[in-house]
């Protein structure tokens, strides 16, 4: 009998498409060169905009499903790729830069870390199938909580002498953070329109639609009767 696999359609090339585009288009903003401090500020502005294009991905197939499906299979890489310029946030603001962060900001930056190395590590199909699809899904929608925890950490950062002083380019990816957080919390409010119970159908299904799946053949070798010799 033929089996049933469930294939994960993760747009890897597509996602880094789009991750060396807003990559470019920060570096060339900033004119950062070889500064490590401007290419700090790429860095962080770059992981904040991959990281909040995988969550409003999701907010956005809840309420338009027939425009925004199609990108889900993006939100994997581009969270991952978020994630290593994170990682590279964090090692220049250490090392180049020589900085010991503190206080109120600091402790947002390292919260919302942490909640992303968590959801980086668990972003693999055996894991999810490990903690169960329940558990696996409540860490992902932390990551919120994280999404907004790297807005405090922004405006905090960006704040001096109690005055906030951003440019066109802090001022557009502040206000995707945040449009991702009200979102979200608008889709909690109006509840799913589609309940999915596993890690694949969350990367591949569609409201309406089941998730996809790619039959192959099953171990159904039968065994050979031999023949008795007269």
Request: hydrophobic share 50%.
């Amino acid at each position: 009998m033929p089996q049933t696999q469930y294939v994960e359609k993760t747009k890897w090339w597509g996602a880094l498409g789009i991750a060396i585009a807003t990559f470019l288009a920060l570096y060339l903003y900033f004119d950062a060169g070889l500064d490590p401090k401007l290419l700090n500020k790429v860095y962080a502005l770059h992981a904040a905009t991959l990281l909040t294009l995988t969550f409003l991905i999701g907010s956005l197939s809840r309420f338009w499903p027939k425009i925004f499906n199609r990108y889900k299979s993006y939100r994997k890489a581009l969270g991952l790729y978020g994630f290593l310029m994170a990682a590279g946030h964090v090692y220049t603001v250490l090392v180049p830069l020589g900085k010991s962060p503190s206080g109120y900001q600091a402790l947002a930056g390292w919260a919302a870390f942490a909640v992303f190395l968590v959801m980086a590590i668990t972003s693999n199909a055996k894991t999810a199938k490990r903690l169960g699809y329940g558990l696996w899904k409540r860490i992902q929608l932390v990551g919120y909580a994280a999404l907004l925890l790297v807005g405090v950490h922004f405006f905090l950062v960006e704040t001096r002498t109690g005055v906030l002083n951003l440019n066109s380019m802090q001022i557009v990816v502040l206000a995707l953070v945040l449009l991702a957080v009200v979102l979200r919390i608008a889709a909690f409010i109006a509840g799913p329109r589609q309940k999915f119970t596993s890690y694949y159908d969350h990367f591949n299904g569609e409201d309406g639609e089941a998730p996809n799946v790619k039959p192959t053949a099953g171990k159904t070798a039968k065994k050979k009767t031999r023949k008795k010799k007269p």
